[in-house]
C-alpha cells in the first residue's frame, strides 16, 4: 500500500508499506477514503513531538471502509462504511467505563495520561495512523461505527476529530444561556467551538487570531465577532474593554502549543505571542476571563518550561477544565445536530489533497499558505 512516512522533522514521502495485518482477534483493517491533516500535526512534521521515529505513518483523522475483520469482532463486517475515532480505548477499564476514552488505561505503555492515539508517535502508542491506504484498527468493536446514509464523506471525516474537540471544547466551558464567549485560536477545532458556544447558549461569541482568512471564516462559518491580536499593543486589555472591563464568562483556548517553531523555542519559550511550547495563550486566557469564570482548554499541550499564571487562577476562583476528547461520547448529539441542518462541518475545508501529493499538503498547512484552514486527504487504495 501507500503510506505516508516521517523521515525527521519537515520530511515526510509517499512510500510502499506493508498493508497491516489482524495482530488480535479484535483488531479490523480499514481502507482509508478519507484522512485529514490536522494542525496537531503539524508538531510531528517539525520533530517537535518525542519519540516521532521514523517511518511512522501520521493522520488520527479517518474514515474508510471495512477490509478485514478478526474472528473476535461482532458489530462490524467487511464491507462497512466507518468513522474510527481519533482515541484508541479498550471500552472496559476504569476510565472508558465513565466516558474518558481519551484516558484508557490499557491501550498505551508510554504515558500515563493519554492513551492511544493514531498516528501520534510512540508516545501515544506507537500505532499507525490513517494517511495511508489501508490501517489496522484495535478494539474495533469498541471505537469505530458505522457512517449514517445520509452522512457525506468530507463531513464524516471532521467526525473523527476537529468537530467532537471543539464542541467538547465548548462543553467543558459550561456554558449557560447568555454567557460571553472567547475562542482563541480560529483554525478547525477553533472554528468549531466557537460555532458550538452558540448551540449551549451563548449571547456573544468573539474569536481571536493573527491569520486573517482564518478570521475572516470565524465571522461567516461561526457568526463571531473577531480581533486579530497582532493589531493591538494588548489583546488582554482589549478583551477586557470588549467585555465590560469584568472579562468574559467563558475563555476557550483552541491554540495550545501552536505548532510552531522548534525546539530551543520550546524549552525557553523565546519566541513571542502564539509560539511553540509557549502559554501564551492560555495565559491570555486566565486573564481574559471573569473571576469565577471559566477557562476550557482542548489544545494540544506537551512538557512547558515556562510559566502558567496559576497564582492568578487561583486567586481569580477560575474552573479549568481540560482534556483530550473523548471523540465517540460526543457523537450521539453532534449527529442529531447535523441531521437537523444546524451547519454542515465540512464548510471549513479549504483544500483535498490526493495521498500521493501529501508532502505539498504538509508544507501549505505549516506554511499558512493559499489560505488554508482544513486539507482534506482523498485516498483512492488500489
Not at 474514515?63 to 462497512?80: A, K, M, R, T
Not at 505503555?109 to 484498527?137: K, L, M, W
Not at 496559576?310 to 447535523?338: S, Y
Amino acid at each position: 500500500m501507500l503510506a505516508m512516512t516521517y523521515r525527521g522533522p519537515y520530511k515526510i514521502r509517499v512510500e510502499d508499506k506493508d498493508i497491516p495485518a489482524i495482530e488480535h482477534p479484535g483488531d479490523a483493517i480499514v481502507r482509508v477514503q478519507r484522512a485529514a491533516i490536522c494542525g496537531s500535526d503539524l508538531h510531528l512534521y517539525h520533530g517537535l513531538m518525542p519519540d516521532t521515529r521514523v517511518g511512522h505513518t501520521f493522520g488520527h483523522e479517518f474514515i474508510g471502509v471495512v477490509h478485514e475483520v478478526g474472528s473476535s469482532v461482532q458489530n462490524l463486517h467487511v464491507g462497512d462504511r466507518v468513522m474510527v475515532p481519533f482515541n484508541i480505548f479498550c471500552g472496559s477499564c476504569y476510565f472508558c467505563a465513565r466516558g474518558l476514552y481519551s484516558n484508557c488505561h490499557n491501550v498505551n505503555p508510554n504515558a500515563t495520561a493519554v492513551g492511544g492515539i493514531y498516528g501520534y508517535s510512540h508516545t501515544c502508542g506507537g500505532y499507525d495512523g490513517g494517511q495511508a491506504e489501508f490501517v489496522r484498527v484495535p478494539f474495533a468493536d469498541v471505537g469505530p461505527v458505522p457512517i449514517p446514509d445520509w452522512l457525506d464523506d468530507d463531513d464524516a471525516v471532521l467526525l473523527t476529530d476537529a468537530l467532537p474537540t471543539g464542541y467538547f471544547g465548548a462543553q467543558l466551558g459550561d456554558i449557560v444561556e447568555g454567557d460571553t464567549v472567547i475562542v482563541f485560536g480560529a483554525g478547525a477545532v477553533g472554528l468549531f467551538a466557537a460555532r458550538s458556544a452558540w448551540l449551549m447558549g451563548a449571547a456573544r461569541v468573539i474569536v481571536v487570531d493573527h491569520l486573517q482568512y482564518r478570521l475572516d471564516k470565524a465571522r461567516t462559518f461561526a457568526h463571531a465577532e473577531t480581533y486579530n491580536f497582532v493589531e493591538y499593543d494588548d489583546i488582554v486589555v482589549e478583551m477586557k474593554k470588549a467585555t465590560g472591563y469584568l472579562g468574559a464568562d467563558v475563555v476557550i483556548d483552541a491554540v495550545g502549543a501552536e505548532a510552531d517553531g522548534n525546539m530551543l523555542m520550546h524549552v525557553t519559550s523565546t519566541k513571542m505571542k502564539l509560539q511553540g511550547g509557549s502559554p501564551i495563550a492560555l495565559n491570555w486566557a486566565i486573564d481574559s476571563v471573569r473571576k469565577g469564570g471559566t477557562v476550557s482548554v482542548i489544545g494540544a499541550y506537551g512538557p512547558m518550561f515556562s510559566a502558567v499564571k496559576f497564582g492568578d487562577a487561583m486567586n481569580k476562583g477560575l474552573t479549568i477544565n481540560a482534556n483530550q476528547c473523548p471523540v465517540k461520547r460526543q457523537w450521539p448529539r453532534l449527529l442529531e445536530h447535523l441531521q437537523q441542518g444546524y451547519f454542515k462541518p465540512s464548510d471549513i475545508v479549504t483544500h483535498r489533497i490526493p495521498l500521493a501529493e501529501i508532502a505539498e499538503g504538509y508544507h501549505m498547512f505549516s506554511s499558512k499558505l493559499d489560505e488554508c484552514i482544513k486539507p482534506i486527504v482523498v485516498v483512492d487504495a488500489h
